[in-house]
């Protein structure tokens, strides 16, 4: 079974950084199953939005709103996937998402596919 830990969310200032962890068991990331693997968040009253993804034939996608401050790597040791956020801003306030073949739900807290963890929020104040 597939399952999905997130971990380093928190409060930082605008302009800060923090990294995101995705630890996964059941699954390997960046592995011969060719799953896909991406980070989601959502903010309060706001849809489920992809964020950054993995695919499993090794090409990167980064959403163009956060392109050039966020980047996603796979750590094959850890079976981790990592989301770098740069340059933080109040508008990345939300709760972040991992997920494997999530697709694109419009609510992360009841998607319809893959599998999630549970989120990790992360807060940025101004």
């Known amino acids: 079974e597939v399952q999905l830990v997130e971990s380093g969310g928190g409060s930082v200032q605008a302009g800060g950084s923090l990294r995101l962890s995705c630890t996964a068991s059941?699954?390997?990331?960046?592995?011969?199953?060719?799953?896909?693997i991406a980070w989601y968040r959502q903010a309060p009253g706001n849809e489920c939005v992809m964020v950054a993804r993995?695919?499993?034939?090794?090409?990167?996608y980064v959403n163009p709103s956060v392109r050039g401050r966020f980047t996603i790597s796979p750590d094959n040791v850890k079976n981790a996937l990592y989301l770098q956020m740069n340059s933080l801003r109040p508008e990345d306030t939300a709760v972040y998402y991992c997920?494997?073949?999530?697709?694109?739900?419009?609510?992360?807290?009841?998607?319809?596919?893959?599998?999630w963890g549970h989120g990790t929020q992360v807060t940025v104040s101004s």
């Open positions: 993995l695919r499993g034939d090794g090409t990167i």
């Open positions: 997920a494997v073949e999530g697709g694109w739900p419009d609510d992360c807290t009841t998607p319809t596919s893959g599998y």
């Open positions: 059941g699954f390997t990331i960046d592995g011969p199953d060719d799953l896909d």
